[in-house]
Each structure stands twice: as structure tokens, then as C-alpha cells.
């Protein structure tokens, strides 16, 4: 029976919609990691964005774009082969937006230029714009990524990254020449092969056309069929190579690029993957014969930190909504924000989020040093650390989330469900938890110059925290067993990752946050579940997260 006065068809103490905050500016975490790698006037340049990505148009773009997936044309109405994917005009609207911010190849050309921080600046932007719908940010991550590797061949390098570049969003299946902007996949795995891609069994045969082959073969994983060029593997006579295949070529004519079906995917349903068969299809050779993975592995370097950057952002968003959800919903006799264990819980989701964020933005801002011995060594042996520990903590972090909002949290129109899908997409995605673990004991034994790199980076924070100094101490010595070090190598990246992260934090988050971290990662009685800090400063972590409008 309702309360005398009462209207049942106006609901009451239900928490507004998180819209109408600025993205950027209202998380200080990722705010204060550009002013630190970069300048306070970064986080100016990208208070547009930010308010782009807030806003409830951006919102409803993001759930329309999930809710009416891809679809693929094989034949047009008369019967002719066309395979193409059609696309709902929110994913377009996504598409367009995070193209003319520059979110895709943009940095290459302005670091070529003389910007000492394009690529900390996209990665802000793709951390931020990623909040609004994470599917779309496949094609832009893997346009970002092709370029380090289409530079390994000057003429056609230079035929396609200002196309790359281009802050115009052109979709269509056209030839380059007629094109005002373009959009870059890859075809990398196989069915009987995935992370194996040596394994793989497509044949690249020559032709009289200097430089060009036909492959033949089938793609088991290729997200964005629609897209202009692709970066493939294939065998050749000298053995695994790579290559750039054109959905056009220069003539008009169609490439034979046949999708043979979309994934049925748990996430990331906004964004079209799909099977390909190869059928004699032109392709121009990228790099020496054999070189293949050295070729492209500054594409898989590239897409690994937008897995980083991706991940972080899904904490990031699921913590917003978290937060703002507790601020404004009453149970109990209170609001939630005020019970002292929704307080915990909030708390060290915010502090598992901003590390995230910490170690994602010191790894974009390593990519604007290519210079540096010291960054390019960290960046080698961070990378897969990060894409290991940040991808693997993503899913129980947006989990215990979406429960902060209850019963609300499993419904659609939350987002939350939607965020709970893709968490642990990036984990799978270029190269699953055991090949970047893996990557990491790999790199410690060829290149010993990485683990220098992080011992200088964890030592900065050296006598800060004994906790800390305790764990790296304690990480040292996992090195230092040698015999079996392949079967505990989750064992060992899992630390590293928490002592790089626990040294941004020491050295640079307020204090409260590093002893929430220290605390509980470092501590003995961390159980791995959310909500077990020890009580301190936590409604200062808990404000500190909460957007604002």
C-alpha cells in the first residue's frame, strides 16, 4: 500500500544518470598523470573530449550502438558478391567523433612533427573516449597500431599513414586514391594456430608485380572487415611474412577478401570480428620475407597498451558509476556513501582503478621518449606486465561494481551489464594471460637491460613505504630461483606489475591512496577480494573518485 500522498508512478530515491560531467576533468587521477608526464595544458586540450564523452547523447549512442549489432551483406540485391558489414549510425557517430579527435594514427605524425607529448595526449583521449562505448575503439586501437610497423617500407609508409592520420572519418568500400581517411586492421591468427602464429598455414605466392603476392588461406580473427587495409601474416617462400592487403584496389576493383561470418561474441558486440578467406588475394609485401613477426611487432606493442588503456578505462567508468550510484541512492536509514563497508568497498575499487590509470599513463608517456634507453627498455618489459596484471584485474573490479548498484547494476540500461561483457575481452586480445606472462620471462632473458628498468623505476619510491620495499625485495628473490620459473611466470608478473603501479602511487597519489594500496596489495591479509582495506582516510578515496558535474 502507498504512503498517503505518494504517487507509484514516480520512482523516488533512485540515483540520477551519470551524465553531464566532463570525463577528463572530473577524474584527477587521470588528470594529474597528464600535468605529471606532460603539462597542465593537456588536460586543457582534451576538456572537449571529455565533455563529448559525459554527455547523454554520447551515452545513448553507446547503448544503441551495442543493441543493434553489425550485420553482414554477402550479395547485394542482384546477387553480386559484396561483403560488406552495415553498421547502426551510432557506431558511425562514435566512429566520426573518435576520428576527428585524433584518437587513431594522428600522434605518429605529431610526435614526427615535434609534439613532445602526442602520444600521452592520445592516450588520455582513448581512455577517456573509450568510456562512451569500448567496441568502437578496435579500429581505432589497430589504426593507431599499424603504423610503427607500415614504416618498415618507406614508399609504403607513405602511401598510407597520412590516410592513417587524417582526422576525417570516410566509411565505404572505395580505393585509397578517392579516400579523405582510413581505417587499418589485422589478420594475424588462425584457426589451428591463435597466439601460435607461427603455425599459421595461409601461402603467399608471387607474383610478376615486383613486391606483390595472392594469399591464399582462412583468418579465424579479423576484427573490422570493413576497414581499408590490412596487416597480414602469411608464409612465404622464406618463410613467415607480412603484409598489407587492400579491401580496394588501386583500379577500383574489389580485393577477393570474402567474410565468411561475424563472431558471436560475449562483448564487444558494437564491433564486427569476423572470419576471412583469402583466394588469391593481393597483397604487397611488408618488410623482408621471414621477418614477419619482427615486422609487426611494434603493431602488437601498440595494440597491448590501447589493451592496457581499454582496461583501465572499463575500471574507470564501472568506478564512476559505482561512486555516483552510493553518493546518491539512501538504504539502511543513510546513504550508501556514508555506511562504513560500502565506504571500504568503494574505496578499494577506486584505488585498484587509479593504479590502473597511474601505470597505463606512465606507459603512453614512455612511448613519447623512443629516445630514451631507460624508456624503451621499461617500455618493453612494462607493456606486458601491465597488458598481464591491469587486463586480468579488470573483470572482479567492474563485478564488484556493477554490485554496488544491486539489483539496478544487472540491468541493461545501467551500462554495467554491458562493461561486465567486456572485461575480459582485452585480457584475450593480442596475446591472452599466459603468452604476455610468458613475454615477460622472455624479455628478462634475452634483454637484460629490462630488468634494470625496473628496478630503477620501483627504486624511485625506494624507503617510502616499507611495504613496497618489502614486496620488490620479495619479487627479487622470486627472479632469483631460476629452475621452474616458466610455470610460476603468473607468479612472478603479477608482483612486478603491482610494485610498478605501487611505486606511482607512493611517489605520486595522495597519500591516503598509496597506504590504501601498500595496505592491501602488499599487506598479508588481502584476501583478492574488494572491500578488505584496513580503516583510514577512506571517505577522502572514495570523494576523490566520485565525478562531479
Given at each position: 500500500m502507498s504512503t498517503p500522498g505518494s504517487d507509484v508512478r514516480t520512482a523516488t530515491n533512485q540515483a540520477p544518470a551519470l551524465v553531464g560531467h566532463?570525463?577528463?576533468?572530473?577524474?584527477?587521477?587521470?588528470?594529474?598523470?597528464?600535468?605529471?608526464?606532460?603539462?597542465?595544458?593537456?588536460?586543457?586540450?582534451?576538456?572537449?573530449?571529455?565533455?563529448?564523452?559525459?554527455?547523454?547523447?554520447?551515452?545513448?549512442?553507446?547503448?544503441l550502438a551495442n543493441r543493434h549489432h553489425p550485420e553482414l551483406a554477402s550479395y547485394d540485391r542482384w546477387g553480386n558478391r559484396v561483403d560488406e558489414v552495415e553498421f547502426h549510425p551510432s557506431w558511425h557517430w562514435l566512429m566520426e567523433r573518435a576520428v576527428g579527435h585524433g584518437l587513431?594514427?594522428?600522434?605518429?605524425?605529431?610526435?614526427?612533427a615535434g609534439d613532445?607529448?602526442?602520444?600521452?595526449?592520445?592516450?588520455?583521449?582513448?581512455?577517456?573516449?573509450?568510456?562512451?562505448?569500448?567496441?568502437?575503439?578496435?579500429?581505432?586501437?589497430?589504426t593507431y597500431a599499424a603504423v610503427p610497423a607500415l614504416r618498415a617500407d618507406e614508399a609504403i609508409a607513405e602511401e598510407w599513414v597520412p590516410l592513417l592520420a587524417a582526422r576525417s572519418y570516410d566509411p565505404g568500400v572505395r580505393s585509397r586514391s578517392t579516400k579523405t581517411g582510413a581505417l587499418a586492421g589485422m589478420g594475424m591468427t588462425e584457426k589451428q594456430g591463435g597466439s601460435d602464429v607461427r603455425a599459421n598455414q595461409t601461402r603467399a605466392t608471387p607474383t610478376t608485380d615486383g613486391g606483390w603476392y595472392r594469399l591464399d588461406g582462412h583468418k579465424w580473427f579479423t576484427s573490422a572487415p570493413m576497414?581499408?587495409?590490412?596487416?597480414?601474416?602469411?608464409?612465404?617462400?622464406?618463410?613467415?611474412?607480412?603484409?598489407?592487403?587492400?579491401?580496394?584496389?588501386?583500379?577500383?576493383?574489389?580485393?577477393?577478401?570474402?567474410?565468411?561470418?561475424?563472431?558471436?561474441?560475449?562483448?564487444?558486440?558494437?564491433?564486427?570480428s569476423s572470419e576471412l578467406e583469402l583466394t588469391g588475394t593481393l597483397a604487397q609485401r611488408l618488410g623482408d620475407e621471414g621477418r614477419g613477426v619482427r615486422t609487426i611487432i611494434e603493431m602488437v606493442a601498440a595494440t597491448r597498451l590501447d589493451c592496457v588503456l581499454g582496461s583501465a578505462a572499463l575500471m574507470r567508468h564501472a568506478l564512476a558509476e559505482a561512486s555516483w550510484h552510493v553518493a546518491h541512492r539512501s538504504a539502511f536509514g543513510g546513504l550508501l556513501v556514508d555506511k562504513p563497508l560500502m565506504q571500504n568497498v568503494v574505496a578499494d575499487l577506486a584505488v585498484e582503478s587509479e593504479a590502473a590509470t597511474a601505470l597505463a599513463m606512465r606507459l603512453a608517456a614512455a612511448v613519447d621518449r623512443p629516445g630514451d634507453a631507460h624508456e624503451v627498455a621499461l617500455r618493453r618489459i612494462a607493456l606486458p606486465l601491465a597488458k598481464f596484471w591491469v587486463c586480468k584485474r579488470t573483470p572482479a573490479m567492474v563485478a564488484e561494481a556493477l554490485e554496488c548498484l544491486g539489483g539496478n547494476g544487472y540491468v541493461e540500461d545501467s551500462g554495467l551489464p554491458l562493461m561486465f561483457r567486456e572485461s575480459p575481452l582485452n585480457s584475450i586480445w593480442e596475446g591472452s594471460g599466459n603468452v604476455n606472462a610468458l613475454d615477460v620471462l622472455r624479455a628478462l632473458?634475452?634483454?637484460?637491460?629490462?630488468?634494470?628498468?625496473?628496478?630503477?623505476?620501483?627504486?624511485?619510491?625506494?624507503?617510502?613505504?616499507?611495504?613496497?620495499?618489502?614486496?620488490?625485495?620479495?619479487?627479487?628473490?622470486?627472479?632469483g630461483e631460476g629452475a621452474g620459473l616458466e610455470a610460476g611466470a603468473r607468479r612472478l608478473a603479477g608482483p612486478m606489475a603491482a610494485c610498478l603501479q605501487g611505486s606511482l602511487l607512493v611517489r605520486f597519489a595522495p597519500a591516503e591512496v598509496a597506504d590504501a594500496f601498500c595496505g592491501s596489495r602488499f599487506g598479508t591479509t588481502y584476501g583478492g577480494t574488494f572491500g578488505m582495506l584496513d580503516s583510514g582516510s577512506l571517505r577522502e578515496v572514495v570523494d576523490r573518485a566520485t565525478p562531479h558535474l
Open positions: 566532463n570525463v577528463v576533468t572530473s577524474d584527477l587521477a587521470l588528470a594529474e598523470a597528464l600535468a605529471r608526464h606532460g603539462s597542465a595544458a593537456l588536460v586543457e586540450e582534451l576538456t572537449p573530449l571529455g565533455a563529448d564523452a559525459g554527455t547523454a547523447e554520447a551515452r545513448e549512442h553507446g547503448m587513431q594514427a594522428a600522434p605518429w605524425e605529431q610526435q614526427a613532445p607529448h602526442a602520444h600521452l595526449r592520445r592516450a588520455a583521449g582513448f581512455f577517456a573516449w573509450s568510456q562512451t562505448e569500448p567496441g568502437h575503439g578496435c579500429p581505432i586501437s589497430m576497414n581499408d587495409v590490412f596487416l597480414v601474416l602469411a608464409q612465404a617462400d622464406g618463410g613467415m611474412t607480412c603484409f598489407v592487403v587492400p579491401r580496394v584496389l588501386e583500379d577500383g576493383t574489389r580485393n577477393r577478401i570474402d567474410v565468411v561470418r561475424l563472431k558471436d561474441k560475449l562483448g564487444n558486440r558494437s564491433n564486427a632473458g634475452r634483454e637484460p637491460e629490462v630488468l634494470q628498468a625496473w628496478i630503477t623505476e620501483v627504486g624511485a619510491a625506494r624507503g617510502a613505504d616499507s611495504r613496497l620495499d618489502r614486496a620488490v625485495d620479495d619479487t627479487l628473490a622470486l627472479l
